[in-house]
């Protein structure tokens, strides 16, 4: 009882630290620029076939090849950012576009079904030398990718946190997240802030997705259910907060694990969906947030 | 009673269609064209007149489909009744989940009701029982064969057809004489301001409630005609991400606000798709959603007020060239 229930929370917080790593570009770009990428789950989606047909293509280590998703979707990112989103932003008027949010959710449904086309909808997973590794303390199992996985997440987290509180870089993002008429008589460039934040937000999407390619089979659909505990966490740790998305994705993380303990995993998933309705009800700028006003 | 004109027309065209057609498989596609065009129509009272996106109305289509299938296999009430009551249901549930989410705005309230979507999903999924009710769980649910009209079971299509038409014409009347209403300007003041629609003294919350109240009570009709039109209730389809997106798509498509812009949409994108899935099929799956997702891409990024205004406006330029007078009256 006590020992899978450490298990449990073991498992929860390694899962949790991926999550958190995967729903910082979300957070970003909506913290940033006040949009809303739909199609984060389906980037990801996108990042792990890449990732995954490097790996196996190369026979490289995956967590060595991290860079090549992340250089991927960085580039994306930026392009898309640069020539797509700027220009509807500037057509917008109202503080949180819709606009983007539909063209997102359209650009989602045509990523996971032109993937469905090229790939099949079967999930394929790749096979490395770490694949059934765990390390044994007493009698509890820790998964080594896992392991792996979450360590790289969080300090690639910290580091973007780091970057972002920082450097004169990202003094100006944060700037412009908080007032961006009084950023631009500053000098800053707005534009290429966008472009910079969700190409940084995108690129840590793509190594995160290097990070699942281990232990985690890759599938056409697969995007659906990250790409809404992004959301989720992204709410529970307030938009704008890469620390608040290390906690939110750990409380998911944990939920999901410790409730499918005691519970289903379908229940389980139905309280992360509960705690997220609570949550935008009642605080909805996140957990850490202080004053009440959106 | 001018505005109810364009109802009249567009249903006598469509009532015409079927006859003398012996091709199960266009009749199959028009039922499709007008289903989702209603599904769109129902979204756009909530979605369109008052701007709160849904992306969980397959949760209430779902919810009359599954209603009157389990009250007619299990207890044979007719379809017919069957479908009132569980519009009724629906739209009751929908005014209790509502009811707190209408705090939230903009995105916020959207997430709120793919996650009410998400929850229903899981339920009716991982349940092949709720309250000793036969709900078929994740293999889905048939609908037992008996025929006949009081069971609304018929071995040809036609009849379908023209119950879902008139179905279709019920909603454009309520659409039309809701927009042109009190309530209808009540829910613009709200889609535009809703601080300043308040301030003002209209009532947001019970007009919202209204709007979603009418909106989920249609589309649940419309499920019970689901249920009943394929005699099978798939979960991971009507509970799916992708057919609420797709219902929201078509009116955005085809312009989200206006009494036909979600009629446009669906006009345009359902054949397409449909005609794809059938000339496709196994080769390649994916292809209609791509293109949904492909159009709705370019149609937000060229024309974000949808197809519906450009189309009409170029149509009445037309007719003025040609017959150089007044246009044709205005749809609405």
Redesign the interface.
């Known amino acids: 009882m006590g020992l899978g229930l450490l298990q449990a929370g073991c498992d929860g917080l390694l899962m949790g630290g991926v999550y958190a790593s995967i729903a910082v570009g979300l957070s970003l770009s909506f913290g940033v620029m006040r949009i ?1 990428n739909w199609a984060q789950g389906e980037f990801l989606m996108v990042a792990m076939y890449v990732a995954f047909l490097f790996v196996n293509g190369t026979g490289w280590d995956p967590y060595l090849s991290l860079f090549v998703p992340a250089a991927f979707m960085g580039v994306l990112g930026y392009l898309l950012q640069k020539f ?1 989103f700027n ?2 932003l500037d ?1 917008e008027k ?1 503080r ?1 576009p ?2 983007i ?3 997102t ?13 090229l790939f099949g ?1 079967l999930p394929i997973s790749s096979i490395t030398k770490y694949a059934s590794k765990g390390i044994h303390i007493g009698s509890l199992i820790i998964s080594l990718p896992r392991l792996i996985s979450f360590c790289i997440a969080v300090v690639l987290t910290i580091a973007l946190n780091f970057f972002i509180q920082k450097t004169e870089t990202g003094r100006a993002i944060r700037a412009t997240s908080q007032n961006r008429e009084v950023a631009q008589l500053m000098g800053i460039d707005h534009k290429r802030i966008y472009c910079l934040t969700f190409a940084l937000g995108a690129a840590l999407l793509g190594a995160s997705a290097a990070l699942l390619v281990p232990f985690y089979a890759v599938s ?1 659909t697969m995007g ?1 259910s990250f790409g ?1 505990k992004s ?1 989720i966490i992204v ?1 529970l740790g307030g938009k704008g907060s890469i620390l608040g998305c290390l906690i939110g994705g750990i409380i998911i993380g944990l939920i999901e694990k410790i409730g499918g303990l005691y519970w ?1 995993d ?2 389980a ?2 309280l992360v ?2 705690l ?2 609570v949550i ?2 009642f605080k ?1 700028n996140g957990l850490l947030s202080t004053d009440k006003d ?1 | 009673m001018k505005k109810y004109y364009p109802i009249f027309i567009v249903a006598g065209i469509l009532a015409l269609l079927p006859i003398g057609v012996r091709n199960n498989y266009a009749v199959h596609v028009l039922i499709m064209v007008i289903l989702n065009a209603y599904y769109a129509v129902s979204w756009n009272i909530l979605g369109g007149f008052t701007g709160h ?1 849904s992306l969980g109305n397959g949760a209430y289509i779902a919810l009359g489909g599954y209603l009157t299938a389990v009250m007619y296999n299990m207890f044979n009430v007719s379809p017919w009744i069957g479908m009132i009551i569980s519009a009724l249901i629906a739209g009751g549930l929908s005014i209790l989940l509502s009811y ?2 209408f ?6 309230y ?3 009701t ?3 979507l ?2 229903i999903n ?2 009716i ?2 349940n092949p029982k709720i309250f000793g009710l036969e709900f078929g769980g994740s293999k889905g649910l048939n609908i037992r064969w008996q025929g006949g009209f009081s069971r609304m079971q018929f071995v040809s299509k036609i009849p379908y057809f023209y119950i879902i038409l008139v179905m279709f014409a019920i909603v454009m009347f309520v659409t039309t004489y809701i927009k042109n209403s009190k309530t209808g300007f009540y829910y613009a003041a709200i889609c535009t301001n809703q601080e300043a629609a308040a301030s003002l003294g209209v009532p947001v919350l019970k007009y919202k409630l209204r709007a979603q109240f009418t909106s989920a009570f249609f589309s649940a009709l419309g499920g019970g005609f689901y249920a009943m039109f394929f005699m099978f209730l798939e979960p991971t389809r009507l509970l799916g ?2 057919f609420s ?1 797709e219902i929201m ?1 078509l009116a ?1 498509i085809g312009g989200i606000g206006e009494v036909w812009g979600p009629v446009l949409g669906a006009f345009i994108m359902v054949p397409v798709s449909e005609y794809l899935r059938g000339a496709l099929a196994t080769k ?4 209609p ?2 293109i ?6 370019l149609v ?2 060229f024309l ?1 007020s949808g197809l519906f205004r450009p189309v009409t406006s170029w149509v009445k330029e037309r007719v003025k060239a040609v017959f150089g007078k007044k246009p044709a009256e205005e749809r609405c």
């Open positions: 809303i797509v220009n509807m057509k109202s949180e819709l606009s949010l539909l063209f959710a359209g650009m989602g449904i045509l990523l996971v079904n032109v993937a469905q086309m909808s056409p659906g809404f959301f709410i289903s379908a229940y998933q139905i969906f509960a997220f309705i935008l009800l909805p959106a | 996106f707190p989410c705090k939230l705005r903009g995105s916020y959207t997430l709120s793919m996650a009410f998400y929850i899981v339920i999924v991982s991400f992708a997106t798509l955005v390649l799956n994916g292809l959603s791509a949904y997702g492909l159009v709705l891409m937000i990024y974000p």
